[in-house]
Every structure is written in C-alpha cells, then in structure tokens.
C-alpha cells in the first residue's frame, strides 16, 4: 500500500513539472516568435572556429570549478574521494536532469554518487542543497560587486536594487556560519503550519539532515574554499557572456554584463522554470537591450542565443548522452549479477 501511495505522489509530482516545462517552452516559442530568425540564422553561421573554441573553453572552465567544488564537498562532509572526471560528468548530468525539475535542482549528481560510490542518498540531496546556497552567495556577490562599477544606474534606482540581495546575502551567510539556530526556527515554523503529521515530519527529517550537513560543512571550515570555487564558476560565465557580447559589437562594461547575469539567474530561478528557458533568453535579451542604447535587437537575439546555445543547452544533450550511457551500464551490471 505504501508503494502504490509513493507511486502515486511520484505520478502528482510530474504534473506542475510539466507544466512549468510547457509554460517555459511556450514562453521561448514566443521569444523566438518576435524574432527574424533568417537573420539570426546568417549571423550566427559566420561564426568562425576560434570564436566558437574561446566560448566553449570558458564553458568547460566554468563546469571544471563546479566539479572541483561538488568534489570538495563530497569530501570534506561525507569523506569519500571522488575523482574531478566522475564530479565534471556528474555536474554535466546534473544540468540535463536540471532542466525537468524546477529552481535548477540537478538530482543527478546524489543520484549517481550512490550508485557509484555508495553515499547515502539523503546525504547526497543535503548536500546539493547547501551547494545551491553557495550558487546563491555567489550570485548576490557578483551582482552587488558589479553594480558597484556601473555607471548608468542612476543613484534612486541603485539602493533599490540592492536592499534585497543584501538582505538574502546576510540570510543566507547567518544560515552557514549558525545552521542549527536557523534550523530550530524553521521546526518551529513548520510545526505552526496546517500540515498532515505525515508530510509534516517528512519536512521536518530533511530539513535536520540538511543542517547536519551544514553543521559539517562550518565545522570543517570550508565556507570560503567552497565560496571561491562557486565564485570563480560564476566569474567565468560572466566572462563567456561579455565576450559574446562584445564580439557581435555591444558597447557593454564587464560589470554591467555581471549585473544583467546575475539577476537573470535569479529571475530564472525564482520563476521555477526548469532551467530557466524561455525566462532566461527573454530577460537576457531585455536586460541587454534596456542597458545598452542603441543596441540592434536582432545582433542581441543572436548574441543571447549563442551564449545560452554552448551555456546550457548543448550540456543538456551531452548530460543527457551521459545519462544513458549510465542507465546501459547500470542495466548490464544487474545483468551479470
């Protein structure tokens, strides 16, 4: 009984994914929609090979500091070692297992570290989540060091756009350096909410995991080794971003390029959209053209596209072959045994 009831809250589960996929795809299909594509087409075939090689490098940059972070926190917290090259496929995994689950969540990394490596699961899945606090942090620290060299913002706009990032910047840093207090809160906020027993003490055993996990990351003293490694994965995408745009011709600061990546990432994942599509190409394209005057929509379009092309969705069709190659290998050792 208690299967066909997990099966069936699996089956549940599905339904505002999908939802949220098609709301995402309908919206890209729109942005496309607005968009001379034959234009885009003949911009984006002259590319030459060099261009195309610096894009791709900082990708694999970007994806190397992400892998070595997951590497050393897998660890410091659970002490098993796992090699960069299983930790880079796993983040590649994550990004195409990414894009079916809302808020960017990329289950596959725990997934495959029990598989290969043994780890419990719920371990696994904590400690993903602290990694995404760290995506945060990182995220808030490049768009408040990059607003502080922007020029064109005007002084009434500035404080504005910063109150809240400032504030979740100071949430999230309290939460690493005293998980336990921030976790006894939300108990007690949980406890106060009309929940069913059952569902409630589920929230309730995850969430102490999650603060164990977190316990062990500040008593092991790795808040800015994870910090930087998140900063620096971060840092490259700005950087892949400004080179695009500056290749097709857009007057644009790197500061300004890290402002608009940054509060892209977070509309992409507030908007629960998996993987952000549709709501990261059409803010992009709308944060670039309302900061840089002048700029042809059609050159920024291609611009978007091209970075979002070599940033995500060509490591969804590469996390995706991964996948399948471990599904194969997985149903070959059941096989043999």
């Not at 709301?23 to 030459?48: A, D, Q, R, Y």
């Not at 090699?83 to 289950?107: E, H, K």
């Not at 500061?255 to 608009?260: D, F, K, L, N, S």
């Not at 840089?292 to 072959?321: C, D, E, H, K, W």
């Amino acid at each position: 009984m208690k299967e066909e009831d997990q099966n069936e809250t699996r089956e549940k589960a599905k339904w505002p994914r999908l939802i949220l996929l098609l709301l995402g795809i309908s919206i890209f299909i729109m942005f496309l929609k607005n968009v001379p594509l034959g234009e885009v087409w003949s911009i984006l075939t002259i590319l030459n090979t060099n261009v195309i090689l610096i894009i791709m490098s900082l990708t694999v940059i970007s994806i190397l500091f992400k892998a070595w972070r997951w590497k050393y926190l897998v660890k410091k917290t659970m002490k098993t070692d796992i090699s960069t090259f299983f930790s880079f496929n796993s983040v590649i995994a994550g990004v195409a297992a990414g894009s079916l689950f809302p808020g960017r969540i990329d289950v596959a990394k725990p997934l495959l570290l029990k598989k290969r490596y043994y780890t419990k699961l719920t371990e696994g899945f904590s400690l993903l989540f602290v990694e995404r606090v760290f995506d945060l942090i990182s995220i808030i620290f490049i768009f408040g060091i990059s607003g502080l060299f922007v020029k064109n913002l005007s002084y009434k706009i500035t404080p504005v756009l910063f109150i809240f990032p400032l504030f979740l910047l100071i949430f999230l840093v309290g939460f690493l350096r005293e998980p336990g207090r921030y976790g006894r809160l939300f108990e007690k906020i949980v406890s106060f909410i009309p929940l069913s027993g059952n569902i409630q003490t589920k929230i309730i055993s995850f969430a102490r995991r999650f603060i164990n996990v977190s316990l062990e990351t500040k008593r092991q003293k790795i808040f800015y080794g994870t910090f930087m490694l998140s900063f620096l994965s971060g840092l490259f995408e700005v950087i892949r971003l400004y080179y695009v745009l500056t290749y097709f011709g857009i007057s644009i600061s790197l500061p300004m390029t890290g402002v608009i990546f940054a509060v892209v990432v977070i509309v992409s994942v507030l908007s629960l959209i998996p993987g952000g599509i549709g709501v990261n190409e059409l803010s992009a394209a709308g944060m670039i053209l309302l900061f840089t005057p002048g700029s042809n929509s059609v050159i920024v379009t291609s611009a978007v596209l091209l970075n979002r092309f070599f940033a995500y969705y060509i490591l969804i069709i590469i996390g995706s072959i991964s996948l399948m190659i471990f599904k194969n290998k997985k149903k070959t050792m059941i096989k043999d045994d």
